[in-house]
């Protein structure tokens, strides 16, 4: 593989820097019947320095297009070291994988020496606030099946209560509700009371409820909405119809970003790996994923507010590491 992954940077006038196996392999949660994925960084030469004409990535896959790969199939993607240091920097998911992927010796399989000094000061290329992407990736693995703090799970959430309401008050104004509504179901930007000049409604995943309306109008508003987009959600709620491996992914994910603020790196392969392939595997119902995934996600995000993260992104040694793999 080595050699074949030299060859394709050859073909394209770089070199080879760092080559490691990715996916599942790097987290610990393969399978036998997991892909290889592989991930890389290569130098790109003087010449395209000089012409401004730096190659940001070089993908390969024995994959067809049109279909999903199999244990048979490799991916291989390799990023040109400028390109992956800004993506370290911004806080990007795989870039911040393949940064630690160094811990897990066994699937590092080439190495150039001077990459040393880029695994040896990832503290001073990464700022851990800006990594929150993890969360955002958790949360977009789970959102199709009404999670809470999506915008399915937001109507979600409203669909069941309204569903409980009393028939009596459904002839009443919603304005009585509004308040109630906002208590128990607010969320952000898609859940939330606005006032214009004497009058309240209630902003919903976009779209207004005045509160001049009857309650029994605004339930079979919500119940549309809900019947249009929640089919999946309903499934979920009887453990039909998940994938288990995108609910692994966002459990991944956060245990991931919990290293991250905590030791100030991720260690591969995780620790957690046994509960990621259990989740994966399907032995846990969804009602235990969503609670724990949110409560999750609650701790990260305390986290990240009171924790005084110890350490920044050092520009001007980004580019003194760059520069060194051209000026020895």
């Known amino acids: 593989m080595i050699d074949y992954v030299k060859k394709i940077c050859k073909d394209n006038n770089v070199e080879l820097i760092y080559l490691s196996k990715f996916g599942s392999h790097l987290y610990g949660t393969d399978t036998p019947d997991s892909d290889t994925d592989y991930k890389g960084i290569f130098l790109p030469s003087k010449d395209q320095c000089i012409l401004q004409n730096i190659p940001k990535s070089i993908n390969f896959s024995t994959g067809e297009n049109d279909s999903k790969n199999t244990d048979k199939d ?4 390799l990023w040109s070291l400028q ?3 800004k993506l370290v920097s911004k806080g990007e998911t795989n870039a911040i994988d393949l ?27 990464i700022d851990v606030k800006n990594c929150n992407a993890y969360i955002g990736y958790a949360l977009g693995q789970a959102k199709k099946y009404g999670i809470k703090g999506t915008r399915l799970g937001v109507l979600k959430n409203i669909f069941n209560y309204v569903k409980d309401l009393d028939e009596t008050t459904r002839n009443e104004k919603l304005n009585t509700i509004i308040d109630d509504i906002f208590y128990k179901c607010g969320n952000g930007n898609l859940c939330f009371i606005k006032h214009t000049n004497s009058t ?3 902003i919903i995943c976009g779209k207004v409820h005045m509160g001049t309306i009857t ?10 909405d809900y019947n249009k987009y929640g089919s999946r959600a309903k499934k979920a709620e009887k453990n039909e119809g998940i994938d288990w491996k995108a609910l692994s992914h966002a459990v991944r994910a956060l245990y991931q970003m919990d290293l991250l603020i905590d030791k100030g790196s991720i260690k591969y392969p ?7 392939k259990s989740v994966k595997n399907g032995m846990y119902d969804f009602s235990y994923l969503e609670d724990f ?28 590491i760059i520069l060194g793999f051209y000026y020895e």
């Open 293 to 320: 995934i949110m409560k999750y996600i609650d701790k990260i995000e305390y986290k990240l507010k009171s924790q005084e993260l110890y350490y920044n992104i050092d520009k001007k040694l980004i580019d003194n």
């Open 74 to 77: 490799i991916d291989i993607d």
């Open 99 to 125: 940064l630690y992927s160094i811990t897990y010796p066994d699937i590092v399989l080439y190495k150039d020496d001077r990459m040393n000094n880029v695994f040896d000061n990832h503290r001073s290329i």
């Open 200 to 202: 309240r409604s209630i």
């Open 270 to 276: 995780l620790s957690s790996s046994p509960f990621i």
């Open 83 to 85: 390109y992956f240091m």
């Open 215 to 224: 309650i029994d109008e605004f339930c079979k508003r919500i119940e549309r």
